[in-house]
């Protein structure tokens, strides 16, 4: 009933920046929390930034002062800018939304097929 799809992401150096974003779409009647989490190979996914549809923000100790989110609620899509990259930052990244889908009362979690980024060393 709702979909995420994500674009952005690719390689880049270590220092560089990337961008991704995700759009939210089907049957949906409000979104509470967008965010993105990665994954890395071998470790466990973590998240990496949220924001509520207030636009208040929350993110992981390792990419404050680097990443940004941001959120258009109109759209139905978040962002995340992605700066200074190291090669830890290197994961695949994952769209995820709390949504209400029209008929119901409750939110779901749902989540993107994931987007990969490399930033070599």
């Known amino acids: 009933q709702v979909q995420l799809v994500e674009s952005g992401g690719g390689l880049v150096q270590a220092g560089g920046s990337l961008s991704v974003s995700c759009v939210a779409s089907?049957?949906?009647?409000?979104?509470?929390?967008m965010g993105w989490y990665r994954q890395a190979p071998g470790k466990q996914r973590e998240l990496v930034a949220a924001?509520?549809?207030?636009?208040?923000?929350n993110y992981a100790d390792s990419v404050k002062g680097r990443f940004t989110i941001s959120r258009d609620n109109a759209k139905n899509t978040v962002y995340l800018q992605m700066n200074s990259l190291k090669p830890e930052d290197t994961a695949v990244y994952y769209c995820?939304?709390?949504?209400?889908?029209?008929?119901?009362?409750?939110?779901?979690?749902?989540w993107g097929q994931g987007t990969q980024v490399t930033v070599s060393s």
């Open positions: 995820n939304a709390a949504a209400q889908a029209y008929g119901r009362t409750w939110y779901l979690d749902y």
């Open positions: 924001i509520t549809s207030g636009g208040s923000t």
């Open positions: 089907g049957s949906i009647f409000s979104i509470n929390v």
